[in-house]
């Protein structure tokens, strides 16, 4: 019974790395949360105000323009699914930021023109972005 006593230890190591997150005050062990750093958020708002993600969103923060013909951006790191599509993860999100349609095929929503450092900024500004 060896291969099931390792079976053991592993879950036993998971469920240890999922209370030690809680501990640290992450917000959930769930892969969607994540904190991102207050110098990335305010990059990222940078990029956002420079590309007009607001001409099309609603995005908490950016006061002008406030467009209406993508979804609103707030509270974004309670979304389940990019684009209705796609796990809601960081290195996801700054893929589909930087070519929606290459990421998620048909999508309304054009490539725009950031670099992937800037997505990956962009996208930690959305995170930083609670609904409550
Ligand atoms: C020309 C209009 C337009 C612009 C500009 C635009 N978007 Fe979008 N965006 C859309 C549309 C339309 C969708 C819905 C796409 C879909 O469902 O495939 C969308 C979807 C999204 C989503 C997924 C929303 C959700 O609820 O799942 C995110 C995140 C997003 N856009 C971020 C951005 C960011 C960041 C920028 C600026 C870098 C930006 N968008 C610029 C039109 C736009």
């Keep these: 019974m060896v291969s099931s006593d390792r079976g053991k230890a592993i879950v036993a190591t998971v469920l240890a790395l999922g209370a030690s997150s809680v501990v640290s005050g992450c917000k959930d062990p769930v892969q969607t949360r994540y904190e991102p750093s207050d110098a990335a958020k305010s990059r990222g708002l940078v990029a956002i105000e420079k590309t007009g993600c607001g001409s099309c969103h609603e995005i908490p923060g950016v006061e002008w323009p406030r467009g209406r013909l993508g979804p609103s951006l707030a509270g ?40 992937d450092a800037e997505a990956q900024d962009v996208a930690s500004y959305l995170y930083g972005l609670d609904s409550d």
Excluded: H, Q, W
């Excluded at 809601?88 to 589909?96: Q, S, T, Y």
């Design 76 to 115: 974004f790191d309670d979304v389940g699914l990019i684009a209705g599509k796609l796990p809601n993860r960081p290195g996801l999100l700054a893929a589909f930021i930087r070519n929606a349609p290459a990421i998620k095929p048909g999508s309304t929503m054009p490539p725009m023109p950031v670099t």
